[in-house]
């Protein structure tokens, strides 16, 4: 069964530096992979999505994937207050939403 | 806003009392998610409908949780009879299909005391 791990549990960090989340997987054949954001005001976003090794940004987030070390992370550029939130790492094979495997979450603060 | 609607926002319960809880997916989409969502496990996900037809009903949580879809707008999740350790945040999402994203409700949080 697949297990998604993320790390720190909860990162402070100060507006417009670099913050950056950790997620490991345990399925090397995974392939499809996920940031989402949860706001408690919002509910969950997807942020970014990748399915092949290298990087993929969309605005100030950018996702690294390396399948062959299990690792999936998340940097967000120029964080700012409105970014604080709870970030979900989520992993599937195939793409199925059904199979999806989420992470327990990094809590994000961003001091101003 | 047209996206998944989940009703109520909180909910508090006895226990031992029967519980259901509501969401509206986004209009048109074909797939239907519910999760439960706690610090421990985290996101677990409880069932997946496809156009209406029940496709999983998580194993662990089959004996007092039952999701149904009455039509292609509406579903319910009812929980008989809650428990203190069914106290977590239920989310609901949805999906035109299955490899498409997902979209997310508010969730309902349920506190059963």
């Known amino acids: 069964q697949q297990k998604v791990q993320q790390s720190p549990e909860s990162l402070t960090v100060s507006e417009g530096a670099m913050a950056s989340l950790n997620c490991t997987f345990s399925?090397?054949?995974?392939?499809?992979f996920r940031w989402y954001r949860q706001h408690s005001a919002k509910g969950l976003e997807v942020l970014v999505s990748?399915?092949?090794?290298g990087e993929k940004e969309e605005g100030r987030f950018t996702a690294h994937l390396n399948r062959a070390n299990l690792h999936v992370s998340l940097h967000i550029r120029e964080p700012q207050p409105s970014d604080s939130a709870v970030y979900l790492c989520?992993?599937?094979?195939?793409?199925?939403?059904?199979?999806?495997?989420f992470g327990k979450g990094t809590k994000l603060s961003v001091k101003s | 806003d047209a996206g998944v609607t989940q009703t109520p926002r909180h909910e508090v319960a006895e226990k031992g009392q029967t519980i259901i809880l509501k969401c509206e997916p986004v209009?048109?989409?074909?797939?239907l998610f519910w999760y439960r969502q706690t610090k421990i496990q985290g996101l677990e996900l409880l069932s997946y409908?496809?156009?209406?037809?029940?496709?999983?009903d998580g194993g662990a949580f089959k004996d007092r949780f039952k999701a149904e879809m009455l039509n292609s707008s509406f579903s319910t999740l009812k929980i008989q009879p809650t428990e203190p350790k069914d106290s977590a945040v239920y989310l609901c999402?949805?999906?035109?299909?299955?490899?498409?994203?997902?979209?997310f409700g508010h969730g309902t949080k349920l506190s059963v005391l």
């Open positions: 989520a992993v599937s094979i195939g793409g199925s939403n059904a199979k999806l495997t």
């Open positions: 990748i399915f092949s090794d």
């Open positions: 399925d090397g054949t995974s392939n499809n």
């Open positions: 409908f496809r156009s209406k037809s029940l496709m999983e």
């Open positions: 209009s048109g989409h074909n797939d």
């Open positions: 999402a949805s999906s035109h299909r299955d490899n498409e994203r997902l979209f």
